[in-house]
């Protein structure tokens, strides 16, 4: 049974820093391309981040390019994200997902990924 499990989420004020972590299991972590998506209240899912299998490349939606930084231990079969000069509009319910595509492939539409975590909420206040 695949299982993706986020945590590190909370509350932060505006310019603060979190980690998010996503600890996999039930899946051979290397060979997924891995992404992260978020959701705001009323808005749809949408791309952050992506990391191939091998982390070798990386891709960020453009709002977050040079704030947040996506990584993975492949050793530890799990996923990261950095997230540092936290805005408002940053705030929402933070997801991990593994690709049902080549490792090589960043997904960056909730349609191209398999498996889902439950979802981490991350409230960034003023």
């Known amino acids: 049974q695949v299982q993706l499990v986020e945590s590190g989420g909370g509350l932060v004020q505006t310019g603060g820093s979190l980690r998010l972590s996503c600890a996999t299991s039930?899946?051979?972590?290397?060979?997924?391309?891995m992404g992260w998506f978020r959701q705001a209240p009323g808005k749809e899912r949408e791309f952050v981040a992506g990391i191939t299998g091998n982390g070798v490349r990386t891709r960020y939606v453009d709002s977050v390019t040079g704030r947040f930084t996506i990584t993975r231990d492949n050793a530890k079969n799990t996923l990261y994200l950095q997230m540092n000069s936290l805005n408002l509009e940053d705030t929402g319910a933070y997801y991990c997902a593994a690709s049902g595509g080549f490792a090589g492939v960043i997904p960056t539409t909730a349609s191209q990924c398999r498996y889902w975590g439950h979802g981490i909420q991350v409230t960034v206040s003023s």
């Open positions: 039930g899946l051979t972590f290397r060979n997924y391309a």
